[in-house]
């Protein structure tokens, strides 16, 4: 989870972050949370 928290920046404004990025962010937390599971 941690790795996921670190690929989102608080300096970063949300609509210049590439949509690419949003859905990996996505893929890796449901792939986190499948192993959790």
């Known amino acids: 989870m941690g790795a996921?928290?670190?690929t989102k920046s608080p300096h970063i404004p949300a609509g210049?972050?590439?949509?690419?990025?949003?859905?990996?962010?996505f893929l890796i937390f449901i792939n986190h949370f499948k192993t959790v599971i």
């Open 4 to 6: 996921v928290v670190e």
């Open 16 to 25: 210049s972050i590439p949509a690419f990025l949003l859905q990996n962010d």
